[in-house]
T-cell receptor, first 117, second 111 residues
């Protein structure tokens, strides 16, 4: 099956710094990737849709200037949390869309746990 | 916006008992997917249901998609301690590729 990796798997940073998270599709090309956020004991909330070669589409309530998404190649999307604050501490998960004849399938990365001190 | 309601929020069963979680959408879905997330882990894809009335089985897990493609269920027969985790359904609507996740059902199994 399709494999998606994320790096780093966890990161601790100081308040006010920026953190970059990478999402890679390892054995396929992904024109579309998604970024989710999951707070403890909650469900996954879609933050944005990342499209290769174009601007990301952000969900309502997600600040595009704070969560910068770059999908520069068919196998890599990055999420940069700028000027991180403790309330940004969360589990960030990406997924990559694999189109198929029947219906598209998303494959999820292992997630990145961000802790902002 | 589009939502998927999932119940129950939490279920604690004795090992060997059955478990069911239900998902419901107010509008017709294109497909529904099920994921399992172990404590501290990430969601792992279990299955995708596309056809109206579809039933799929994976060992002790039975997945159903309603005739109207608005509801779905996951049933686990004779739970084991390895079944512990949170089970999420996620709906996909026609003309879109955004998955909307249900709130999840936390399953605890007492041995």
């Amino acid at each position: 099956g399709a494999v998606v990796s994320q790096h780093p798997s966890w990161v601790i940073c100081k308040s006010g710094t920026s953190v970059k998270i990478e999402c890679r599709s390892l054995d396929f090309q992904a024109t579309t990737m998604f970024w989710y956020r999951q707070f403890p004991k909650q469900s996954l909330m879609l933050m944005a849709t990342s499209n290769e070669g174009s601007k990301a589409t952000y969900e309502q309530g997600v600040e595009k200037d704070k969560f910068l998404i770059n999908h520069a190649s068919l196998t890599l999307s990055t999420l940069t949390v700028t000027s991180a604050h403790p309330e940004d501490s969360s589990f960030y998960i990406c997924s990559a869309l694999v189109p198929s004849a029947m219906t598209d399938t998303q494959y999820f990365g292992p997630g990145t746990r961000l802790t902002v001190l | 916006g589009q939502q998927v309601m999932q119940i129950p929020q939490y279920q604690h069963v004795q090992e060997g008992e059955d478990f069911t979680t239900y998902c419901n959408s107010s509008t017709t879905l294109s497909n529904i997917q099920w994921y399992k997330q172990r404590p501290g882990g990430h969601p792992v894809f279990l299955i995708q249901l596309v056809k109206s009335g579809e039933v799929k089985k994976q060992k002790r897990l039975t997945f159903q998609f309603g005739e109207a493609k608005k509801n779905s269920s996951l049933h686990i027969t004779a739970t084991q301690t390895t079944d512990v985790g949170t089970y999420f359904c996620a709906g996909l609507w026609e003309y879109g590729n955004k998955l909307v996740f249900g709130a999840g059902t936390i399953l605890r199994v007492k041995s």
